[in-house]
């Protein structure tokens, strides 16, 4: 039998005040998606403004980062031609995201969930996600 330690939705939502309190902070409207350690959905939030193209690609993003238990900007550099990894972002059904903004959640050295960021530059997003991900 196994334990698994995962995010609870309590966990979800400091995960997205983070985030939120760091987008109204550099001005960028965003969709925050919090997964379990599974890339499963726990908690998601799309502030007034945040593009609905954002959508999927938060959720996609946290479910990269729990599934690589790396940033989803990491995966970015190794799809390039040449690299290890490219064409990765076709696998899954094109939900592996190589754009920043995805990070891993981990308590201790165990992934717990992820938090995916989608609506500014992949400098913007990566900078929520972090500011999410330090608050846990």
Known sequence: MLSITRLDIEDAY?????????????????????????????????????????????????FTAVGIKKGTHILGQVNQPGEAAHGIASALGGRMVVVAGGLPVFNNDEVVGGVGVSSGSPAQDLEVAKAAVQAF
Do not use: Q
Request: glycine fraction near 8%; aromatic fraction near 2%.
């Open 14 to 62: 400091r995960l997205i005040a983070a985030a939120r309190a760091k987008a109204v902070e550099i001005g960028v409207p965003m969709c925050i998606a919090v997964t379990d350690e599974s890339g499963n959905l726990i908690a998601f939030e799309r502030m007034d403004g945040g593009k609905i193209t954002s959508i999927a690609l938060a959720i996609d993003k946290s």
